[in-house]
């Protein structure tokens, strides 16, 4: 049995008993599939591991950078009380579209924000609004600008409020400091910014499953 079998079946055993789909879920996997969509979406496996760190961190706002088709989306706002709120930012108004149906079909439509529009024009918008802190930041948009997003998580956020970057394994070219394109050079700067941030304290953990060999970084905000 090859690896990438072993985890898909691991990954499958794990969703059955740990991160079941619903009606909700599999409606927005199918829509996505329909559009067109990048099939880029977390794993139900690691919706269920984002949503569990809402409901640990008892997070009522969440702010998501890159909302693909709402999928990763369900899985958060799943976890805010009834009067939560997440904004998502999404590049696409295509993809935007697909992910307000598929949240919407969620009954989620009352809790998520979905704003249209590149990130680093949306989120000094956001910050105009004048917002409470963020309880937890989930960056998954184009990596490039990973450094910038951090930035701004930082602004959102407050003592305590938790910041997750996934996607930071890059198939481990991020550790190739000869590797100079745009994804893993965005990737290695957030990584080192949250190294030497005196207001962050982090981490980084390499995942393999259905998606393949990847992994996440994780970020508390300091006083």
């Known amino acids: 049995m090859s690896d990438s079998q072993l985890w898909d079946d691991v990954d499958a055993y794990f969703t059955t008993h740990l991160a079941p789909a619903d009606e909700a879920l599999e409606a927005a996997l199918r829509e996505s599939d329909a559009a067109g969509l990048p099939q880029v979406n977390v794993t139900a496996g690691q919706g269920?591991?984002?949503?569990?760190?809402?409901?640990?961190?008892?997070?009522?706002?969440?702010?998501?950078?890159?909302?693909?088709g709402g999928y990763s989306t369900i899985w958060l706002a799943r976890a805010l009380p009834a009067d939560g709120r997440l904004v998502t930012l999404e590049y696409s108004a295509r993809h935007a579209e697909v992910a307000t149906r598929n949240i919407a079909r969620a009954g989620l439509d009352a809790l998520v924000d979905v704003r249209v529009g590149p990130a680093l024009?949306?989120?000094?918008?956001?910050?105009?609004?004048?917002?409470?802190?963020?309880?937890?930041?989930?960056?998954?948009?184009?990596?490039?600008?990973?450094?910038?997003?951090?930035?701004?998580?930082?602004?959102?956020?407050?003592?305590?409020?938790?910041?997750?970057?996934?996607n930071v394994v890059r198939?481990?070219?991020?550790?190739?400091?000869?590797?100079?394109?745009?994804?893993?050079?965005?990737?290695?700067?957030?990584?080192?910014?949250?190294?030497?941030?005196?207001r962050l304290s982090g981490t980084a953990v390499q995942t393999v499953g259905s998606k393949g060999y990847d992994g996440f970084a994780l970020a508390r905000v300091l006083a």
């Open 48 to 68: 269920k591991f984002l949503q569990l760190l809402a409901q640990v961190q008892g997070a009522r706002t969440i702010l998501e950078i890159g909302t693909l």
């Open 121 to 166: 024009e949306s989120l000094p918008k956001l910050a105009d609004d004048n917002p409470p802190p963020f309880d937890l930041v989930f960056i998954d948009a184009d990596k490039g600008n990973n450094p910038h997003y951090l930035e701004w998580a930082l602004k959102l956020t407050s003592t305590g409020s938790l910041i997750v970057v996934d």
């Open 171 to 198: 198939g481990g070219r991020v550790a190739d400091a000869d590797d100079t394109a745009d994804d893993v050079r965005g990737t290695r700067a957030a990584i080192e910014l949250i190294g030497s941030h005196p």
